[in-house]
Every structure is written in structure tokens, then in C-alpha cells.
């Protein structure tokens, strides 16, 4: 005959070991019976509905501590009866009482995680313990002492929770010790799992499928990713740390069963909570800031894996932590993915339509648009980087970075991405130079593109990441397009001038000089007009240059010869010159006939 609940752990806790001797006479034995008897039988749960109704741990619970007394003390007894193999109808009654005061506990330990619901909220329990998990209150202190403890150093409800934590220990760890606590921690489960299982919900935290998500529009994609990134910081640091110090407390006196109790109440929503973002990755639906939500999400279980691997810091929660380093791995392999297929999409870009007067290419827009846009997240790029290296990066020229400052950086893997990329574009825009037929402007829009990659870079986070010597680097390729730009474009006009002035040529020279200068000029001017340089900085040099070196000149041959010819032939002014040159590089569209027909420019000049 089995007479009462044997516990693999019999391992107690000093205020939970029975009072009774070592070798208890047996009047002791009667005596520690009829205590028990008359205290379990007055809460026997089929005494009277009054009985049934009344909380054993009430606010005075003086009371509460005599019962757990005398169940340890009867706990005691019977492993004395039958170490003893001694009157079998003392054991008997003693096992009826038992059984009695454990349908009561089991009816205590309920009620009050039921009507502390609020109280015990995993938030509040994380607050109201101290990091060993200890309690604020121990039930064997009297409440004055508790009180007094207290003070004013806590609220009335962490006062509360604490408390009630408490009185849960002490019933789970009379149940444990006493054989029951299979029981104790089965209504534990039950209850604690419905608690975090709502909290989940009440965050939002539902259990998506791929098929659901690939529906997904991409406002309401973008709006779930969201709350899910606020919410999986709350769930983890709150509902589920909460809920591991709550269990830890409420079972201290068993690893066992705090293991087993944490799992099975953690596991499934845990691992539902982790697998989100290895959905995301697998999401077929691919709009332009996809990596953008990527890298939010991957940074995010980043900066949580100390805490995932603490709170889930058992054997029985294994299967959380690989979702979540699953989800890690997938995200990431897909942030590759993508970077990949982002330098694909810059070398395939087929169209073949010249930008109007030399601007800003859409590709290089867009492109740059895009990586400094990445370049915020570049701590979290470095990390996947150097777990997934691309394999466009083994074809990045060593000689490319010249900046230690960049080589040494932590951030490397991430600047040499990037930089990889804004190689490929450049190597692009190059390709679409080529499709201007007039030569000049191909490095007129050489210039304005490197200019506009620079300036991105310069206005971003792409600046420190690249260097100085990136920068310094291309901004003298610029100078080298602007040098090469007004060779080509102006050479004609800076030859129609005699490069020494001299009041020896002839009368035919002298006309033939602005016959051919004016010439020359109208036949830029009127094609330049409509040409565009976005940068007023880069506008500005490009026509300071070339006025520096024409409009003196002109100056000194207009000033010694244009009283000797007739109006006809000499139509510019060196003011008009300075003028028409400010015109220059703004897209404006204008016929040769407004040239031949200005004789006074009413623009200020920018240039004398």
C-alpha cells in the first residue's frame, strides 16, 4: 500500500523542515496527529461552504504559517511511521490528513495566482525583484516587520506582489517536500501560461504563416515588422524575464521543476515570438526597402541575444535560442542575398538614353539614395558581412583603399561594401558617358555624377565609413573631368584669339580674329545653354576657369582694335562675355539668333 507522495527532491529550506526531533517518542507522534488534525481538518475544503470561501492566506496570516507548520511537522511524522514499519493506522490517519491539506493547498496556491493576476504581472515582478530573485517579503516574518522592511522604498502593489509571491513559495515548497509538487507545478503551468500567452497577444504577437505573410501588402508588412520590433524587446525583458524570476522564486527549493515550469510555459510563444523575422527573410515579396526592415530586424534579435541567452539559459529552453540564432542566420543570409542582387541590378541597367545637358543620372540618384540609406545601419552590415562575405568583395582592388583609417576600422567589412558598390556604379556611369556623341559633355556629365556621388557621401553616414582619402581622391578626378571638359569644349574659342596682342596686325587679321571668335563663341554658348551643373559649387569653378582664361584676353583685343572695325564684326563686349558666361550650365534653352542680336547683355556680370 502506498500511503502518501514520495518527491525526488527532498532537499527543503530552513523554515520549511519540521520541528519534530530526531527520534520522536510516541506521544510526540499523537500529539504532532492531533495538532495537524485539528488545524487541516478546520480548512478541509468539504468542512462548510464558509470554509471553502475563505482565503487561508488572508492579510493576517499568522494562521497560514501555523498550517504550513503543521503539515511539515506532519510530513515528519510519517517518514518516521514508516521508517519505523510502525502503527500502519497512525500512518493511515496521518496520510488522510495529508491529502486533505493538500487539496487545500492546490485550492490556495490557484486563488491566489488568480486574484493576484494583476499584481503578479511579469512586468512588475521583474521590477519588484532584486536580481537573485529573492522576494522583498518572506512569510515567516510577521506583517509589521514586513511593514516596517518596506517603508516607503516600494508601492503598495509591489508591497503586494511580493507578498503574494511569498505565500507561492511556501506553498510550493510544502507541496514539493511533502510528494506533491507534480501538482502544485501542473496548476502553476496552467495558469502562468495563460498569463504570457495573452501578454503576447495583447503586444500583437500573433502566429504568422509564410502563406499569410506573402499576402501581405506592403504598407501592412511594414507596420507589422514595426510593432514587431517594439514588441519583442517588452516580451523578452518583461513578460518573459518577469515570468523566469517569478517561476525561479515561486520554486526555488527545485531547479527541476523551475526548468520544467519555465519551458513549458515560455516555449511555444517564445519560439513563435523568434521565428517572425526568419519569415520575413523567407518573405517572397521583394519591394525596394526590404533590406531596410531586414537589417532593423537582425540588429534587433542582435541586441538581444545576452538576454535571450540568459533568460533562456537551460537545457529545456534550447529550442528558443536556436529559433532565434535560426532566425539570425536567415536574415542575414538574405541581407547578402540582396546586397548581391543590388550589384547585379547596377551592372545590368541597360538603358541607353543620354541624361538632357549632362545631369545627374536616375541610376546614380537611386543608387546613392540607396547606400546611404544602408550606411546608417553599418554596425549591423559589419556583423553580417563578416559572417556572409559577398563574393563580389574578393574582386575589390587591394590599391582601392588607401585610408588606414579605414582599413583598421571595426566597420571595415561594411565600408568595403559599400565602397565596392559605389565602384560598380562609377564603372556604369562611365559606360553612360560614352553615349553623348559631343565629347565635351561627356565630361561635363562625368564631372556632375561624381560630384553628386561625393556630395551624398559627404551628407551621410558614407563619410566616415569611406574616409578622407576616398574623398580627397575624387575630388581630384573631378578636377581632372573639369580640366578635360574645357579642353575639349573651349579649345576653339581660345585659338580664334591671337595668344600675344599687337597693334601690327592688319586690318583683314584683326577682322578675321573676331569673325572667328565670334564664331567659335556663339556656336558654344548656343550649345552649352541648355547643358546642366546641379552643384552651384562645381558651376561656379567650371566657369571661373574658363572666364579666367578667355575674358582677359578678349578684353586686351577688344580694347585695342574695336574702334578700328566696323560694329558689324566685333558683336560681343568683354562685359557682355562675363555675361554671357554666367548663363552658362543652368539647362535654359535659347537660339543662336538672341546672341547675334544682343549688343547689351541686362545681366549683372559675374565675370570681368
Not at 324 to 332: D, I, N, P, R
Request: aromatic residues 8%; neutral net charge.
Amino acid at each position: 500500500m502506498v500511503f502518501f507522495h514520495t518527491s525526488s527532491n527532498t532537499s527543503l529550506s530552513p523554515t520549511s523542515t519540521s520541528s519534530l526531533p530526531t527520534s520522536p517518542t510516541s506521544s510526540m507522534v499523537e500529539q504532532t496527529i492531533q495538532n495537524a488534525e485539528s488545524i487541516i481538518k478546520k480548512w478541509d475544503l468539504n468542512s462548510s461552504s464558509l470554509i471553502t470561501i475563505t482565503p487561508l492566506f488572508h492579510p493576517n496570516r499568522k494562521e497560514a504559517k501555523d498550517y504550513l507548520k503543521c503539515v511539515m511537522d506532519l510530513r515528519g511524522t510519517m517518514h518516521f511511521l514508516v521508517s519505523q514499519n510502525s502503527a500502519p493506522h497512525k500512518l493511515v490517519i496521518a496520510q488522510t490528513l495529508m491529502q486533505i491539506a493538500m487539496k487545500r493547498l492546490e485550492k490556495e496556491f490557484y486563488q491566489i495566482l488568480s486574484s493576484n493576476r494583476e499584481r503578479l504581472d511579469p512586468e512588475l515582478v521583474s521590477t519588484s525583484l532584486s536580481s537573485d530573485g529573492s522576494a522583498s517579503f518572506d512569510v515567516e516574518e510577521d506583517e509589521a516587520d514586513q511593514l516596517k522592511i518596506a517603508g516607503e522604498s516600494i508601492s503598495e502593489a509591489e508591497r503586494v506582489s511580493a507578498l503574494a509571491m511569498a505565500d507561492l513559495k511556501a506553498i510550493a515548497e510544502c507541496m514539493s517536500s511533502s510528494g506533491y509538487g507534480k501538482e502544485c507545478a501542473h496548476i502553476y503551468k496552467l495558469f502562468r501560461k495563460s498569463i504570457v500567452d495573452r501578454g503576447l497577444y495583447l503586444l500583437g504577437i500573433e502566429k504568422f504563416k509564410s502563406s499569410r505573410i506573402n499576402k501581405m501588402d506592403r504598407e501592412y508588412l511594414h507596420l507589422t515588422i514595426k510593432n514587431w520590433l517594439n514588441a519583442v524587446k517588452i516580451a523578452l525583458k518583461s513578460l518573459f524575464n518577469g515570468e523566469k524570476i517569478l517561476c525561479d522564486h515561486v520554486f526555488s527549493a527545485s531547479q527541476t521543476i523551475r526548468d520544467a515550469c519555465f519551458a513549458e510555459i515560455t516555449t511555444e510563444g517564445a519560439k513563435n515570438l523568434f521565428k517572425f523575422p526568419e519569415l520575413i527573410a523567407k518573405n517572397k515579396n521583394s519591394p525596394p526597402d526590404r533590406i531596410f526592415r531586414l537589417l532593423e530586424l537582425h540588429g534587433a534579435i542582435s541586441e538581444l541575444r545576452p538576454d535571450i541567452e540568459s533568460i533562456f539559459n537551460v537545457e529545456l529552453t534550447s529550442a528558443i535560442k536556436l529559433q532565434a540564432l535560426s532566425s539570425l542566420q536567415k536574415v542575414g543570409g538574405s541581407v547578402k542575398t540582396l546586397l548581391t542582387n543590388f550589384g547585379s541590378s547596377i551592372r545590368k541597367d541597360s538603358s541607353k538614353t543620354p541624361v538632357p545637358g549632362g545631369g545627374i543620372h536616375p541610376l546614380a540618384q537611386s543608387t546613392m539614395s540607396y547606400l546611404s540609406s544602408l550606411s546608417d545601419y553599418d554596425r549591423i552590415l559589419t556583423d553580417i558581412i563578416s559572417i556572409h562575405p559577398p563574393i563580389d568583395n574578393a574582386l575589390f582592388p587591394e590599391s582601392y583603399f588607401n585610408d588606414p583609417t579605414v582599413i583598421e576600422a571595426p566597420k571595415q567589412a561594411a565600408s568595403v561594401h559599400l565602397a565596392w558598390l559605389i565602384l560598380i556604379l562609377l564603372c556604369k556611369i562611365d559606360s553612360k558617358a560614352q553615349l553623348y556623341e559631343d565629347l565635351s559633355l561627356s565630361y561635363l556629365f562625368l564631372a556632375n555624377n561624381l560630384q553628386f556621388i561625393i556630395n551624398q557621401v559627404q551628407t551621410s553616414t558614407l563619410k566616415h565609413l569611406l574616409g578622407h582619402q576616398w574623398l580627397s581622391r575624387h575630388t581630384q578626378k573631378i578636377k581632372q573631368y573639369a580640366l578635360s571638359y574645357e579642353s575639349v569644349a573651349w579649345n576653339r574659342v581660345f585659338e580664334s584669339l591671337p595668344e600675344r596682342t599687337t597693334s601690327e596686325l592688319s586690318y583683314e587679321a584683326v577682322k578675321d580674329c573676331f569673325k572667328r571668335f565670334n564664331a567659335a563663341f556663339e556656336q558654344v554658348y548656343v550649345k552649352q545653354i541648355s547643358w546642366i551643373v546641379p552643384d552651384g559649387k562645381l558651376r561656379d569653378e567650371l566657369k571661373v576657369s574658363v572666364a579666367g582664361k578667355l575674358v582677359p584676353v578678349y578684353r586686351e583685343f577688344y580694347e585695342t582694335f574695336w574702334t578700328k572695325l566696323n560694329a558689324d564684326f566685333v558683336r560681343v563686349s568683354p562685359d557682355d562675355l562675363g555675361n554671357y558666361l554666367s548663363d552658362l550650365f543652368h539647362g535654359t534653352r535659347i537660339s543662336s539668333s538672341s546672341l547675334l542680336q544682343s549688343s547689351s547683355h541686362s545681366k549683372g556680370c559675374l565675370l570681368r
